[in-house]
């Protein structure tokens, strides 16, 4: 069901974690179509404001026919995404490798491919990509190059839409089933709560780039302008 008068905002990875909290945060005010897999997941939030769309956008086809139905869109969040680590370098997983690759940078394009038509003049593209891309971390090959590559792509369209905001989110570690999994320590851990308040108040600011705990994001901010020769000893640290 859908309100008159409301904007309308589309979310990817909206069945757990950030998207999910998004479509908490955004069904407030605005009307959400909310985009996922997990069927029972997607039927749980369809409700007030919120529409649902299940695809899964590693597979092209789907993605291009999902959206037929959206007329047009004013603010559209791709935030869907895994993360996948490689334990062991000396057997790099070639598999893992093209899958992070694949669901994060390639699917994303096959949304911004379907999608960008249907944002409207003077609309948003929101991307989120990770603290991840800014410094070379251990375990991270396949997720943090498909992080530094979902980041270059969003600059890279600030430069070139004229008449689209677009706004690249960098997140530090926030709690949510992808953060679960991990094994080591997550300095500065923010809630959903915390890390959708951000996204939804530098989305509303028309924010360049959004990313937080500041006290978190600044510090890799700093030493990835130091040389790389006096990062690798501390990443190598963290590794054991
Ligand atoms: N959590 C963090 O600390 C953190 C930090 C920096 C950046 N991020 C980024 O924030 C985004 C959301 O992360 P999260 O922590 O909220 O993760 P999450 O809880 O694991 O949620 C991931 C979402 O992505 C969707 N998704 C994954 N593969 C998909 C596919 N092939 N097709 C369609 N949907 C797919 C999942 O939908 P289904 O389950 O329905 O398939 C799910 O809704 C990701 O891009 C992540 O890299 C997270």
């Known amino acids: 069901m859908t309100r008159d008068g409301l904007k309308k905002v589309l979310i990817t990875g909206a069945t757990s974690g950030i998207g999910e909290g998004l479509v908490d945060r955004y069904s407030k005010s605005h009307n959400v179509v909310a985009c996922g897999r997990n069927e029972e997941k997607l039927s749980k939030l369809s409700g007030n404001n919120v529409q649902t769309l299940k695809f899964d956008m590693t597979e092209k086809a789907q993605v291009a026919s999902a959206f037929v139905d959206i007329e047009q869109l004013d603010i559209v969040i791709l935030n869907a995404g895994v ?14 490798f093209e899958r992070v690759i694949h669901a994060n940078v ?21 991307i989120v990509s990770s603290s991840a891309s800014f410094l070379p971390l251990p375990r991270a090959q396949a997720y943090g190059a498909s992080k530094a590559a979902l980041s270059y ?56 780039e959004i990313h937080f705990p500041k006290r ?25």
């Not at 390639?106 to 929101?126: D, F, M, N, R, S």
Request: charged share 25%; with cysteine; proline share 7%.
């Open 153 to 208: 792509l969003t600059r890279v369209m600030q430069i070139e839409l004229e008449d689209i905001d677009v706004t690249l989110v960098h997140p530090g570690f926030v709690e949510t089933p992808l953060t679960d999994k991990n094994d080591f320590p997550m300095p500065f851990l923010v809630t959903v709560e915390n890390a959708c308040e951000a996204i939804f108040q530098g989305v509303e600011s028309r924010k360049k």
């Open 83 to 96: 993360c996948e680590y490689i334990d062991d370098a000396r057997r790099f997983d070639a598999e893992l």
């Open 216 to 240: 978190f994001t600044l510090l890799l901010k700093l030493f990835a302008l130091l040389p790389f020769s006096l990062w690798m000893p501390l990443a190598k640290r963290i590794k054991r």
């Open 106 to 126: 390639i699917a994303t394009g096959y949304c911004i491919e379907a999608l960008l038509p249907k944002l409207k003049p003077g609309g948003q593209l929101v």
